[in-house]
């Protein structure tokens, strides 16, 4: 049987037992899951084709793959070929298998983060492969690297990758043949920095060759109850996942294809709803600052990486007696020992709680 790491969210209940007995409700800031409503247009889309007997196309319908690459276009700078876009049932699902879709084999390295989302740990170990965090590409030897992940903003650290980075990682991973997968979930939620996609030319220098960039609906559009999501780059590679994911009946249902289409091509929904995380994010900043924390990287994506210098789950001991329920440093890597991880994804009442909580 493979071996998968402890769920670590089940260690939090204790906290969330106790910030649950808050006379006013608990604040959870813990998961960064949208709260604000699926836009009308993306509901009326997802309705309107409800009447679907047939089985989906695993590639997409050719209007949702031109709606990709013509948002990748106009927010990212970034061109590719509508034919080399392949929608995906959540992104989780992608960053979980693609190590295995890949043929990554046992005794390979899969090289992601020192602070990392887990799943690209989970990923490693269901091909059979081993995880390995380091954010040194330098000091791994000369061994068979197959797969590189980036995340850019990360979660959970809000830290962007500048364009000159990643190239760098581009040109390593080209020497030795490693294929480099972007996890660019958060890339349209830059504040003071604008995050950079891997397929961007200043990034890649135009050739899409060993690059794949994986690109969510969750956040953008509240499209994390519909699984909806889109991987693109190499075409060679995008080719081999779409047979194995034939086969595999990894298939996005034809409703979810049809909604996500309107939810590329509008990008009013998608204002609005950055407008709502950047008030959010400027009130519990100023709050947690206030209050003796110290906020590190988070200049993009929808979490504040913070410490006020003792433990992490000191911290949420500490936040959960107020009523407010964050996620340890340690849940994303050793390194977040003495951080913690608050999603700026709750309702304007709950952070307004927080906020005065916290005063
Ligand atoms: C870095 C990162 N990648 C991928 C995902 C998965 O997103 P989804 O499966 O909703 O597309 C998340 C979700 O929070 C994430 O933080």
Same mark, same amino acid.
């Given at each position: 049987?493979?071996?998968?790491p ?12 106790v910030a649950q ?5 608990i604040?959870?800031l ?13 509901r009326q889309?997802l /309705?309107a084709?409800s009447?679907s007997p ?8 050719p209007?949702?793959?031109a709606?990709?690459?013509g ?5 990212h700078?970034?061109t590719v070929?509508p034919?080399? $876009?392949?929608p995906?049932?959540g992104?989780?699902e ?5 190590p295995?879709l ?5 005794g390979?390295? $899969?090289?992601?983060?020192?602070l990392a ?20 590409l330098?000091?791994l %030897?000369?061994?068979r690297v197959?797969l590189v992940?980036?995340?850019s ?9 500048? /364009? %000159?980075?990643?190239?760098?990682v $581009? ?6 043949g ?8 958060y ?10 996609s891997?397929?961007?030319p200043?990034v890649?220098g135009?050739s ?12 953008r ?9 889109? $991987?693109?780059?190499?075409?060679d590679?995008?080719?081999h ?11 996005m249902?034809?409703?979810?294809q ?7 091509d509008?990008?009013a929904h ?5 407008a709502r995380?950047a ?21 993009? %994506?929808?979490?504040?990486?913070a410490s ?10 500490r936040?959960s007696?107020s009523g407010?329920?964050?996620?340890p440093g ?7 020992k ?5 999603a700026?994804t ?5 952070i ?5 909580r916290?005063q």
């Amino acid at each position: 049987m493979i071996k998968l790491p402890d769920f670590p969210w089940d260690r939090l209940t204790p906290y969330k037992e106790v910030a649950q007995a808050h006379p006013d409700g608990i604040a959870d800031l813990s998961i960064g899951t949208p709260v604000d409503s699926v836009p009308e247009v993306v509901r009326q889309a997802l /309705a309107a084709a409800s009447d679907s007997p047939g089985y989906p196309q695993t590639h997409g319908t050719p209007g949702l793959r031109a709606a990709a690459a013509g948002w990748l276009a106009r927010h990212h700078g970034v061109t590719v070929d509508p034919d080399n $876009v392949l929608p995906v049932i959540g992104t989780k699902e992608l960053v979980a298998w693609l190590p295995t879709l890949l043929d990554v084999r046992a005794g390979d390295r $899969v090289i992601f983060p020192e602070l990392a989302y887990p799943t690209y740990d989970v990923g490693a170990r269901l091909a059979g492969a081993e995880p390995f965090a380091s954010d040194g590409l330098v000091a791994l %030897g000369p061994e068979r690297v197959p797969l590189v992940w980036v995340n850019s903003p990360s979660n959970p650290t809000g830290r962007v990758l500048p /364009a %000159g980075h990643l190239a760098k990682v $581009v040109a390593w991973a080209r020497e030795r043949g490693a294929i480099v997968a972007s996890d660019e979930c958060y890339i349209g939620l830059g504040w003071e920095e604008q995050p950079v996609s891997i397929l961007h030319p200043d990034v890649c220098g135009g050739s899409h060759e060993g690059l794949l960039a994986v690109h969510s609906l969750s956040k953008r559009s509240n499209l994390a109850g519909y699984r909806a999501g889109f $991987v693109t780059g190499d075409p060679d590679l995008v080719a081999h996942l779409l047979e194995v994911r034939k086969h595999a009946g990894m298939i996005m249902p034809g409703p979810v294809q049809a909604a996500m289409t309107v939810a590329l091509d509008d990008d009013a929904h998608a204002e609005e709803q950055r407008a709502r995380y950047a008030a959010r994010r400027s009130a519990l900043r100023t709050a947690l600052v206030s209050a003796g924390w110290r906020i590190e990287h988070s200049t993009a %994506g929808l979490y504040l990486w913070a410490s006020d210098g003792s433990g992490c789950w000191e911290q949420v001991r500490r936040l959960s007696e107020s009523g407010i329920l964050v996620a340890p440093g340690d849940f994303y890597g050793v390194a977040g020992k003495q951080h913690i991880r608050i999603a700026i994804t709750a309702t304007d009442e709950r952070i307004n709680a927080v906020v005065r909580r916290l005063q």
